[in-house]
């Protein structure tokens, strides 16, 4: 494997505005748990080996969810996740395939019972920006370990 472009050092200030997108969606997350799992999920979706690793590394940071990254890609099988946990998975998924089905109205609200407005809004800024990452670096040829 080889890195295609080390796109933070061809163009600093592109890295920078994802930077700075990535830091306010990081703030507004309350639950640093939640906000993991949907960047892992994403990235399994994307396909995006460099996020999965970084994120399921971050989440083990966290404390022990092993268990919640090894069924996450299954979620819908797996009991271990909540309610809460399941409606914004969906969430994600929908938003991330977004022009294969949008987002159905009945996910909308339920969306809106665990979480306000804002939230949702939140909730959109981070998954639009778990996607942007997943597409750099699949694009650019970035893999687990290729910055050392």
Not at 40 to 54: E, H, K, P, T
Not at 126 to 148: D, K, L, V, Y
Request: hydrophobic letters at 45%.
């Amino acid at each position: 494997m080889s890195l295609r472009m080390n796109y933070r050092e061809v163009n600093d200030p592109a890295f920078r505005a994802m930077m700075a997108l990535e830091q306010h969606s990081g703030s507004r997350s309350k639950d640093k748990v939640l906000y993991e799992l949907v960047k892992i999920r994403v990235s399994q979706i994307n396909g995006c080996a460099f996020c999965l690793d970084m994120h399921a590394k971050d989440l083990l940071k966290l404390g022990n969810y092993a268990d919640h990254i090894l069924l996450l890609s299954v979620w819908r099988e797996a009991p271990l996740f909540s309610e809460k946990e399941r409606v914004l998975l969906e969430f994600a998924e929908h938003v991330t395939r977004i022009s294969q089905a949008g987002v159905p109205l009945e996910l909308y609200h339920k969306m809106l019972t665990h979480f306000s407005e804002e939230e949702l809004v939140d909730w959109i800024m981070a998954i639009n920006t778990i996607n942007s990452w997943n597409r750099i670096a699949i694009t650019t040829g970035m893999f687990p370990g290729c910055f050392g």
